[in-house]
């Protein structure tokens, strides 16, 4: 098997698992288990980042497909997928930012001693998570027909 294929069977797999994961948090926090999904989702980011590395170290070593090799159906599912990776990225990192915005909020210790946190905080981070696990969705949809596509040519 080509090595390229390899890497992004592994890839695919790995995003599988993150969206497993988002879906599993979001069922953690419609159940009240704030530090679940917490880690749910953060766990999630770590294969991101995961993720993002192993890439650098594949061009380095195994360099960039061939798109003169796959067909234009193919070439724009690939830059839709890449659009959907980029909102994943975006979206995920501004749910973090309104996540960590709750730091101390009754919203996320389960504490009614502790202050609420801003309504907009809270309807933020949940647009921007729902914006983040949807394009995540696409994604690993979208990959599975690229990789569909690249065991066709190999």
């Not at 905080?121 to 990789?147: D, M, Q």
Request: aromatic content about 10%; some cysteine; proline content about 3%.
């Amino acid at each position: 098997m080509d090595a390229k294929v390899l890497y992004w069977t592994g890839a695919f797999v790995n995003l599988g698992v993150i969206v497993l994961l988002a879906f599993r948090g979001i069922a953690q926090v419609r159940r009240g288990d704030v530090e679940a999904h917490r880690r749910s989702m953060l766990g999630g980011a770590a294969l991101i980042v995961a993720f993002l590395v192993s890439y650098v170290f594949k061009l380095a070593f195994l360099g960039r497909e061939d798109l003169s090799l796959w067909s234009d159906l193919h070439v724009n599912n690939l830059r839709f997928h890449e659009t959907c990776v980029l909102a994943m990225l975006l979206a995920g990192g501004f749910a973090l930012t309104r996540a960590r915005a709750m730091r101390g909020k009754r919203e996320r210790s389960r504490d009614p001693a502790d202050p609420p946190a801003s309504p907009a905080v809270v309807r933020w981070h949940h647009r921007a998570g729902f914006a983040a696990v949807g394009a995540s969705v696409l994604g690993l949809l979208t990959a599975g027909l690229i990789l569909a596509g690249m065991y066709a040519r190999s």
